[in-house]
């Protein structure tokens, strides 16, 4: 349904509020809007109903969860998610998806209604001041007093949100303005203006990289593309660098070619950690270099690495902000890794072996054992689920114990095919399967889920059955919080507490919803349980119960692995 940006028809005509703003979206090539309806932005979902055509729009039960489906819309198509909620309450609980949308680098624009003019700063009901409100969680927050003004600060707020770090943005509709009349033009379409690399810079990285013994390239961020993906794949391979891909970022390289030694951040392999310690050069392209991929700021010594650093980024605001830098290079993916294809490269080292052992080591990490643990062993079903399904599917997670054994096990074959919060924010899966579904629906789409984290976002059951989104949830459900109990037994052990769950009948519940749904009592019988999920045509959940002893068990066996102290008695939690 994607339709192009309207550059033609811009006589100016007389409008409300309301239709300038829709006739906006219609301009900057909009052609989905995430919402829950609320009266104080009437008139825009009544000017939506006459550019049905052009613009869907999907209701969902939460703003949360609705807000989360637009975050994911925007890092699936590299272009603003749109979201659209109602004054005070709305946007309070829609603020998830701004600071997912802030931590991921994803481009966002969220419409909030507002009270009518002459009641703002009087404490009217439902009334917020969102300059202040969402200031930490925005690249921009704007208030439109003037319909006169509506094209000019809509057509900023895309630009703010694809450009330089691409980030989220807050549009305050006042509900009084929206109905005012005036004579206006529609804007012409937002682009994109990327920073490139210089001549200087790609010299200095080329001497580099070429006199490295042990090079490594660490791939993150957002602003990627398919064609930047590949770009960096011919970059990797024409300067024989071995990649290793930063938190929940694992889908910028295929991670069954011969270059890719593994993720850094949740199911991460001892080996990987060892490839950029042992480095000589590190190439960061788009990473900001956060905790989680550093494991706390301690995977690279601070604030001086022993290894020389190139940072490559396209927020200038993030080099040296946290790590002494060799080579800075403010430019967005895109740019750098266009511009990084064309080199050429004379490596005066053999990195043959360095390569294949990073490689080797991964594919050996992300095996599972032979033997299998309960009656259901989550390790198994997602390699398992990981060697069937077709490249393109997308695989989609929120936060939990459970989110590990996904990263570790299944193998992301393509961009786009991973989505997860870096903000490490629960209830967000579901949503971004939803979202992912409408963006490719001729994918197959995977959200796994703790049975804590889809009880977060459970009622978008009901949206994806009213709009026929057929994704698949499989629900591990342990009866816990089981990442806070694994912290709880690291740090006071034996001592668990508010962790235990008492869940629904998933699958009684999915049914009631209007989804395929049901149990899987064995490992062995999974399989057939997603193919029968698959040929429903409907959205569907599968769940099974996993011991949480167990899970607790594999989780600290993982961190000792990797040289964390762990303190915890196992028996007993």
């Not at 339709?3 to 300038?20: C, E, L, M, Y």
């Not at 507490?497 to 009948?505: A, I």
Request: hydrophobic share 40%; glycine share 8%.
């Amino acid at each position: 349904m994607l339709h192009k940006p309207q550059t033609k028809d811009r006589a100016p005509r007389s409008r409300t509020g309301g239709q300038i703003i829709v006739d906006c979206l219609v301009a900057h090539g909009v052609d989905t809007v995430f919402c829950v309806p609320g009266e104080s932005f009437l008139a825009v979902l009544d000017a939506l109903r006459d550019v049905q055509d052009k613009i869907r729009v999907i209701v969902g039960r939460h703003e949360a969860s609705v807000a989360n489906m637009a975050e994911a819309y925007g890092k699936l198509t590299g272009r603003p998610g749109i979201c659209v909620f109602t004054r005070g309450p709305g946007s309070s609980q829609a603020a998830i998806g701004l600071y997912t949308a802030t931590q991921d680098c994803t481009p966002l624009i969220m419409f909030v209604g507002q009270v009518n003019r002459d009641k703002i700063g009087r404490e009217a009901s439902q009334e917020a001041d969102y300059k202040r409100y969402f200031a930490e969680t925005s690249k921009w927050v704007t208030e439109i007093v003037d319909p006169a003004h509506a094209s000019e600060q809509i057509s900023r707020a895309f630009h703010v949100a694809v450009n330089g770090r691409p980030g989220p943005v807050v549009v305050s509709i006042p509900e009084d303005m929206q109905n005012e009349v005036c004579t206006v033009s529609p804007p012409a379409p937002y682009k994109l203006a990327g920073a490139a690399p210089s001549a200087e810079a790609l010299d200095d990285l080329k001497a580099m990289l070429d006199g490295a013994e042990r090079p490594l390239l660490i791939l993150g961020g957002g602003g990627w593309s398919d064609e930047s993906v590949a770009d960096i794949r011919r970059f990797a391979e024409t300067f024989k660098l071995p990649v290793v891909t930063g938190f929940r970022r694992q889908d910028l390289v295929d991670n069954e070619h011969p270059n890719y030694a593994g993720n850094l951040g949740l199911g991460t392999s001892p080996a990987a950690l060892r490839m950029v310690r042992d480095a000589d050069v590190l190439l960061v392209v788009g990473e900001r270099l956060g905790d989680m991929t550093t494991q706390g700021y301690t995977l690279i010594e601070f604030p001086r690495p022993r290894q020389s650093l190139i940072h490559v980024h396209a927020g200038p605001e993030e080099l040296g902000l946290l790590y002494e830098t060799d080579l800075p290079i403010n430019a967005t993916a895109r740019e750098f890794a266009k511009a990084a294809a064309s080199l050429s490269s004379e490596p005066v080292n053999d990195r043959s072996d360095w390569i294949a052992k990073g490689h080797d080591d991964y594919m050996a990490f992300s095996t599972p054992p032979a033997e299998r643990e309960g009656d259901v062993d989550s390790r198994h079903v997602i390699a398992d689920l990981s060697a069937r399904l077709p490249k393109d599917a997308t695989i989609t997670n929120g936060a939990g114990l459970y989110t590990a054994n996904v990263h570790r096990y299944h193998r992301y074959r393509t961009y786009t095919s991973q989505l997860a919060p870096m903000s490490g924010a629960m209830g967000y899966g579901f949503p971004a399967a939803i979202a992912a579904k409408i963006v490719h629906p001729e994918r197959t789409v995977v959200c796994y889920a703790g049975d804590g984290c889809f009880q977060m976002a459970i009622p978008e059951l009901a949206t994806a059955v009213q709009y026929n989104i057929a994704v698949i949830v499989v629900v591990i459900d342990n009866a816990s919080l089981g990442s806070i109990r694994l912290h709880q037994e690291l740090h006071f052990p034996g001592r668990v507490v508010s962790t235990d769950l008492v869940n629904p009948d998933f699958v009684a519940l999915a049914k009631a919803y209007g989804a395929y749904a049901e149990k899987v009592e064995r490992t062995e019988d999974f399989e057939a349980a997603f193919a029968r999920a698959e040929a429903s045509g409907r959205p569907a959940l599968l769940t099974f119960r996993q011991d949480v002893v167990q899970d607790v068990s594999q989780a600290l066996g993982s961190l000792a692995s990797r040289g964390k102290p762990v303190t915890a008695d196992v028996d007993a939690v």
